[in-house]
């Protein structure tokens, strides 16, 4: 039996407000558990990592990484490495990505793509002192020479999983008290948009790996009876499915048992070209509360041929008109600040948003992570800032060379506001975008989105006790 330490991203506001937790960790510690071992979870700073670390005692150390993220864990586990013995692996999208993380000081191990076997079969090989250097998905360092082993075929069932473990974050008050709490019936999006992480697993398949995996219907309805029963306060569940609809008998087989079985109301994503009238339908039977659509850009070369995303302005709009025919609620996302954007180009978004009147128009700076499509890109073109460091946030400042990147960040923070209200816009673009007030329209953009959060896309609202604890976290606990 091994002690193994999770360690991953915790914001302590998002644990009340949205339920947010890290999927890697959930679902590999339930599969470790199977095996024997115990797990733990810290992340929300260095201090609650070191002190979770000094009484729980790991013998490994299980990093999940984001890119930019890691720069941090790197850093703590430097430090962590000072003063304790264990074994210290990574896994997660960044080092998926970008493997050659392995040659960082402190670093023993990193798993690349799926850690549902690998993880494991590792720790198995590790505890009985048996050859670790050649473990599919993983490479390794031993006595300072590195082994770079082959990816494993994907799981093709789903179902052999068991339940994600929540149980690892019941430590946390803020998680025992949310209303709200996340689910994931599937992995992987048969989509090439540029800059997500897809398409570069996609490269990764073997032959005979699928694109796309979905639990079937009845595995899916079995955890969520466990959540009611562990966690009755739940009245919002978050589907984090990058597209929750995509087989249609899926969607009708749910629509007819979740009703019955769970019947708690749900937020899932979808592409504006896939929505299909039916399937809308279907949803909404099963308990569709909101929806979150991507649009990204309403100019045609920067959305089809720069992100990828293959489709035309009248798919949208006629995917909205099905959504607003049957006065469901939904979220715009957009994405400002892509190569070749311009003033010019974030109006043409602007304009396709209003066309479409969503309940909230969420704008997000673009983010090229390394090895996407989308950063090769900016390279190869001449956008690409040779100081670029990986931001940890969509909100901050345009990370790649755009001549109009000043005005291109604050409009980011006024554009969901000049959604609702259009006539704002002039005095946005010709005036506000010009002044350097970007922490105003920062907090401007914030109050605006708590508002509809509120008010418009919440099933529930939130309490004074929620509230106080999410100001109290804001000030003194969350990084974010
Ligand atoms: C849900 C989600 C969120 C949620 C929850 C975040 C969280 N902390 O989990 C929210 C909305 C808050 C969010 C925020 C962000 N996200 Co996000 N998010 C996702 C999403 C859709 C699902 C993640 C997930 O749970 N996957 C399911 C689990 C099972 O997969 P997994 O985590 O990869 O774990 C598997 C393996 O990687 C491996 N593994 C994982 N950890 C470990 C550890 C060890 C030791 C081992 C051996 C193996 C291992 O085994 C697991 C099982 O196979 C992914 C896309 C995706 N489908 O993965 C993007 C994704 C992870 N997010 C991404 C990004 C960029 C962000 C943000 C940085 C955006 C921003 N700038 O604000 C923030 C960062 C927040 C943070 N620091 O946590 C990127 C990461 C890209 C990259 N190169 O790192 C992704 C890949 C999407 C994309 N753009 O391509 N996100
Ligand atoms: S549709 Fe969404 S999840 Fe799929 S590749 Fe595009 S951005 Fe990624």
């Not at 031993?142 to 494993?152: F, T």
């Not at 749900?266 to 099963?286: G, H, S, W």
Request: hydrophobic share 40%; proline share 6%.
């Amino acid at each position: 039996m091994s002690r193994i330490l999770f360690i991953a991203h915790i914001d302590r506001t998002m644990l009340l407000s949205g339920g947010f937790v890290t999927f890697g960790p959930m679902w590999l510690s339930a599969v470790l558990k199977q095996h024997g071992h115990e797990c733990d979870i810290a992340g929300i700073d260095y201090k609650e990592v070191e002190k979770t670390v000094a009484e729980f005692k790991p013998d490994i150390i299980a990093y999940t990484t984001f890119s930019g993220g890691h720069v941090e864990y790197l850093d703590w586990n430097r430090r962590l490495k000072q003063k304790h013995k264990f074994f210290a692996m990574f896994g997660g999208p960044h080092v998926t990505f970008s493997p050659e993380m392995i040659e960082e000081d402190g670093v023993d191990g990193i798993c690349r793509g799926e850690g549902f076997e690998a993880m494991p079969e590792f720790i198995d090989k590790l505890e009985k002192g048996d050859d670790i250097t050649n473990v599919k998905n993983w490479w390794i360092k031993v006595d300072g020479k590195i082994y770079k082993n082959d990816q494993r075929p994907l799981i093709k069932d789903l179902d052999i999983l068991p339940p994600p473990d929540r149980s690892i974050y019941n430590k946390y008050k803020d998680y025992r008290l949310a209303r709200t709490a996340t689910v994931m019936t599937s992995q992987g999006c048969p989509f090439n948009c540029t800059y997500c992480h897809n398409h570069q697993l996609h490269k990764m398949l073997l032959k005979g790996d699928p694109r796309f995996r979905q639990r079937s219907v009845d595995h899916v309805i079995e955890e969520l009876k466990e959540l009611k029963r562990d966690y009755p306060k739940i009245e919002y569940l978050i589907f984090r499915d990058e597209i929750l609809s995509i087989n249609p008998r899926w969607v009708k087989e749910f629509s007819e048992k979740y009703p019955k079985e769970i019947g708690i109301p749900f937020y899932c994503l979808m592409r504006p070209e896939t929505i299909k009238a039916e399937v809308i339908d279907d949803l909404i039977k099963a308990g569709l509360f909101y929806i979150g659509i991507g649009l990204e850009s309403g100019n045609d070369f920067i959305r089809n041929e720069v992100l990828n995303r293959k489709m035309t302005k009248e798919q949208i709009l006629q995917g909205i008109k099905i959504l607003r025919d049957r006065k469901v609620l939904f979220s715009l996302y957009n994405i400002i600040g892509a190569p070749h954007e311009t003033l010019e180009t974030a109006m043409e978004t602007w304009e396709l948003t209003v066309k479409c009147k969503p309940t909230f128009c969420d704008v997000f700076l673009m983010t090229p992570y390394p090895k996407t499509a989308i950063y090769d890109y900016s390279i190869a073109n001449g956008f690409y800032n040779t100081d670029m460091k990986t931001p940890g946030t969509y909100h901050g400042t345009i990370p790649l060379k755009l001549k109009d990147a000043p005005q291109l960040e604050n409009l980011m923070h006024l554009i969901g506001i000049a959604v609702e209200f259009p006539w704002l816009m002039p005095v946005i673009k010709n005036v506000l975008i010009k002044l350097p007030l970007q922490p105003v329209y920062n907090v401007i953009r914030k109050f605006w989105k708590g508002y509809v959060y509120r008010y418009r896309i919440y099933p529930y609202k939130v309490n004074a006790v929620e509230s106080a604890r999410i100001i109290y976290n804001q000030i003194f606990v969350s990084k974010a």
